[in-house]
């Protein structure tokens, strides 16, 4: 057996208190740590608006008087799947971004939590819809955010489209009246170098230097010839 009546209970009792303190003391900061970041989380601004999809659907799915047919609750069901699949694709694309300038201390950490909090939030809201759509149908939850890609990629195709038909006609406007201003300037131009042509004094003939009868007339025998005759002269000689 034990024996207890060796053991120093008295001594035993400063470091047993200790270590009560201790893990007590550990326990009260890690709860209090803990609601203090649940409350900070709560008071930052949010990072997406409200989710006016997942309203929507939580809305038509607890109308009793009439109930909402299966059809536009699946519907609505896929519009929240489309809005939560659109902010998880934001998230991703600012979180590595948003890492970077938190490690060179250019933004602050609060802006980093807000982006942590939307991304928790939307993965939740994920699980929910998976789960749902397994309600539903068993084994939709598998391949219902497909099917919300799809949709998400058809619907930023038609508003590429509508864009680019709206630019297109302001486009032409644009370039109509380009066009025209062109047209007008190129003709003023034309119409000036006319009016400057037609304007201009008509040229005079130059005229002559002296008249036929001051002309030189060169006679023959000239000191050129004269040394040529006198080279051929002593050439025979």
Avoid: C
């Avoid at 470091?15 to 003391?25: E, G, H, K, Q, R």
């Avoid at 939030?121 to 939709?140: C, H, K, L, S």
């Avoid at 201003?181 to 003709?187: G, K, R, Y």
């Amino acid at each position: 057996m034990w024996p207890f009546d060796l053991v120093n209970w008295v001594g035993l009792t400063v470091p047993l208190a200790y270590l009560f303190i201790l893990v007590s003391s550990l326990a009260a900061f890690s709860s209090f740590y803990r609601k203090r970041q649940a409350a900070k989380a709560t008071s930052l601004q949010p990072w997406f608006p409200p989710n006016l999809q997942r309203d929507i659907y939580l809305s038509l799915l607890h109308m009793e008087n009439p109930k909402v047919p299966d059809g536009v609750l699946k519907a609505a069901l896929m519009r929240r799947a489309t809005e939560d699949l659109n902010r998880m694709m934001q998230v991703q694309q600012a979180k590595q971004p948003l890492q970077g300038l938190l490690q060179r201390n250019s933004v602050g950490n609060d802006l980093f939590q807000r982006l942590q909090h939307a991304e928790h939030e939307t993965q939740t809201d994920i699980r929910d819809v998976m789960q749902e759509a397994n309600a539903f149908t068993p084994g939709w939850g598998n391949f219902i955010f497909q099917s919300a890609n799809e949709m998400a990629h058809n619907k930023q195709t038609r508003e590429k489209l509508a864009e680019f038909n709206n630019t297109r006609a302001s486009e032409k406007e644009w370039w109509d009246q380009r066009k025209a201003t062109i047209q007008s300037d190129f003709m003023k131009e034309l119409d000036d170098e006319k009016s400057e042509a037609a304007s201009a004094p008509a040229a005079k003939p130059a005229a002559k230097i002296g008249s036929d009868d001051d002309a030189v007339i060169v006679e023959s025998g000239g000191p050129a010839e004269k040394a040529g005759k006198s080279k051929k002269k002593k050439g025979k000689n």
